[in-house]
Nanobody, 129 residues
């Protein structure tokens, strides 16, 4: 059983920066694909970003982003701390949503929420104009 504890949400103004953090329990964090999703009021949950597992010390993680956040958001991970981050820069009012982090053990479609096995409780991000 894996628990994901998320923090860092809040109220910010358009153009500001915000960093979300998600800490996972367990010894196998480094083997998970980690993702960020968000859900705005009245909207379906959507994929935001994901980062691959690091299989060897000489290989790097691969990142994925939805088009609407490319160039503004950055996903990263620190396996020593069992933590995944979402750095959100130049935020826009349309970024307002509940943000969730998620862990996938063996995904084949990393942008599909059904591929993820564990989810955080969610944190609210509100961007005012």
């Amino acid at each position: 059983q894996v628990q994901l504890v998320e923090s860092g949400g809040g109220l910010v103004q358009a153009g500001d920066s915000l960093r979300l953090s998600c800490v996972a329990s367990g010894r196998t964090f480094s083997t998970y694909v980690m993702g960020w999703f968000r859900q705005a009021p009245g909207k379906e949950r959507e994929f935001v970003a994901a980062i691959s597992a690091i299989r060897a010390s000489w290989s790097g993680a691969i990142t994925y982003y939805v088009d609407s956040v490319k160039g503004r958001f950055t996903i990263s991970r620190d396996n020593a701390k069992n933590t995944v981050y979402l750095q959100m820069n130049s935020v826009k009012p349309e970024d307002t949503a509940v943000y969730y982090c998620a862990a996938a053990m063996a995904p084949t479609r990393i942008k599909f929420e059904g591929e993820y096995d564990y989810w955080s409780q969610g944190t609210q991000v509100t961007v005012s104009s």
